[in-house]
């Protein structure tokens, strides 16, 4: 039995409770991850977009209720990414607070 490998890659983010300083993160060809958070941003939203520099729309369900809403509540703290993320082709963490850099861990 063969040993399947899938790609990874660590990439440095900024989150912003404004959304053009937020760093437009490629998901395509990814299937899961985690954003590590040093400080406490407030509530993170997630909003999808077809192109890195195109129009960003906030992440909601067929009931208009914002999926991928993170609420880190702590410093320090490592989230897994929802699965409805792995859909969209690109992806920027809106936070409610501050605006900070943050690690994000993706897997193919």
Same mark, same amino acid.
Request: aromatic share 4%.
């Given at each position: ?57 906030? &992440?909601?369900?067929? +009931?208009?209720? *914002?999926?991928? =809403?993170?609420?880190?509540? #702590? %410093?320090?703290?490592?989230? !897994? &990414?929802?699965?409805? +993320?792995?859909? *969209?082709?690109? =992806?920027?963490?809106?936070? #409610? %607070?501050?605006?900070?850099? !943050? ?6």
């Amino acid at each position: 039995m063969g040993v399947i490998l899938r790609d990874s890659k660590r990439e440095e983010i900024t989150v912003s409770n404004v959304q053009a300083e937020c760093t437009a993160v490629d998901l395509r060809d990814t299937s899961g991850g985690i954003l590590i958070i040093k400080t406490d941003p407030g509530d993170i939203t997630v909003h999808v977009s077809d192109k890195p520099d195109g129009t960003y729309y906030k &992440l909601s369900n067929s +009931l208009g209720v *914002a999926l991928g =809403v993170m609420d880190t509540g #702590a %410093d320090d703290e490592a989230i !897994a &990414l929802p699965d409805e +993320l792995f859909a *969209a082709h690109w =992806v920027k963490f809106v936070a #409610a %607070d501050s605006k900070q850099d !943050a690690i994000i861990l993706l897997k193919g």
